[in-house]
């Protein structure tokens, strides 16, 4: 029979069964629920609430804390055993599907995301049992040999999932329920996604990023390449346009951060302040309050959305109906100036 390790060389992805007793993976989610429950009561809001915004926290966070010993020890053996060598541990994330934010995260090769620093693999750890239903991993087994293509910006609004529906991901890839304690080791350049979560169920996993001690990387990896608005640049957009439209809508002209661009918008909404352009005040004034609760989230506890729901909101309900009056001005103020004799 073939190994854990050879399966994973020769397919890409590999599972690991019982990696660790139930129990204990039952505890550690304890410990992670209990900072999360901190968490959101940090940033003045529900845990209901938190969660639909947040979905992924990175190391080093308050919500890693509790496991970060845990993974380079634990896991670390565990993998050097598996793997025949030692491996070093680069990152560890923390990703979550609930109820609240219950999406697929579409198809896409890890590597792509960090071609500055490639890690080789990842060991998807469950924290729940995860069937069919419940946000499952599913990846395209040998994929890991096929080019490694730009990253995916699945933040985009009106992003359509083609990997996911092409014939050979319908043809080809394989799902892979686990149970919690189990673990899923996969190559940086497999193509993979999980699924939208239709059980609603609570589905965490610990998924860490390794490299074997004699990885090389592979020698090309693409360059990202932003979109319009997407996972790389609406932060910055996002903050230019806020300040731009309180500055233009409202001759209200102030220097500050993002949060408070957010506030400010947060009032004009509120008290319902004549907008220059048509925008659903409940539908706007909820992405800002959303947005406001990321952008904490991301400071205080290096937390973010792993399945871009926040930003492409906040574009729908705001950003995209602003930006395009603001252009509008812009294209009549310049005609006023080619018009002067
Ligand atoms: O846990 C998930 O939902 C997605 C994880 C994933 O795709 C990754 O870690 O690369």
Not at 89 to 116: E, F
Request: some cysteine.
């Amino acid at each position: 029979m073939e190994t854990i390790q050879e399966t994973f060389i020769k397919k890409g992805v590999s599972v690991v069964p019982r990696l660790c007793p139930r129990h204990q993976a039952e505890s550690i989610y304890q410990k992670i629920f209990e900072q999360i429950d901190h968490c959101a009561r940090e940033v003045g809001c529900d845990i209901e609430r938190y969660l639909s915004n947040v979905s992924r926290w990175v190391d080093p966070s308050p919500v890693t804390q509790s496991i970060h010993t845990w993974a380079n020890v634990f896991l670390k053996n565990r993998l050097n055993e598996i793997m025949g060598q030692e491996v070093e541990l680069k990152k560890t994330n923390i990703i979550s599907k609930t109820a609240y934010a219950s999406r697929a995260v579409p198809c896409h090769q890890d590597i792509s995301y960090s071609p500055d620093q490639p890690y080789e693999f990842s060991l998807w750890f469950a924290l729940h049992d995860v069937t069919q239903n419940d946000g499952v991993m599913e990846f395209l087994p040998y994929s890991h040999h096929a080019e490694i293509a730009s990253a995916v910006d699945f933040w985009q609004p009106n992003f359509i999932d083609k990997v996911a529906r092409s014939s050979a991901w319908r043809k080809n890839s394989i799902h892979l329920p686990v149970q919690a304690g189990d673990a899923i080791l996969f190559d940086s350049r497999i193509w993979h996604r999980s699924a939208d979560s239709q059980s609603h169920h609570l589905r965490f996993a610990i998924v860490t990023r390794w490299c074997r001690a004699d990885y090389k990387p592979p020698p090309h990896i693409p360059e990202k390449i932003p979109a319009d608005f997407g996972m790389w640049n609406c932060g910055q957009l996002t903050e230019a346009l806020l300040k731009q439209g309180l500055e233009t809508c409202f001759q209200q002209a102030i220097t500050a951060d993002l949060a408070t661009y957010i506030r400010a918008w947060n009032v004009k909404l509120t008290q319902r302040e004549k907008i220059p352009f048509p925008v659903d005040f409940i539908h706007a004034k909820q992405s800002l309050d959303d947005l406001l609760i990321l952008q904490q989230a991301s400071v205080l506890h290096n937390g973010g959305d792993a399945q871009g729901i926040v930003y492409p909101k906040l574009w729908t309900h705001l950003l995209e109906p602003l930006s395009k009056w603001l252009n509008k001005i812009k294209t009549e103020q310049t005609s006023i100036y080619h018009d002067r004799p």
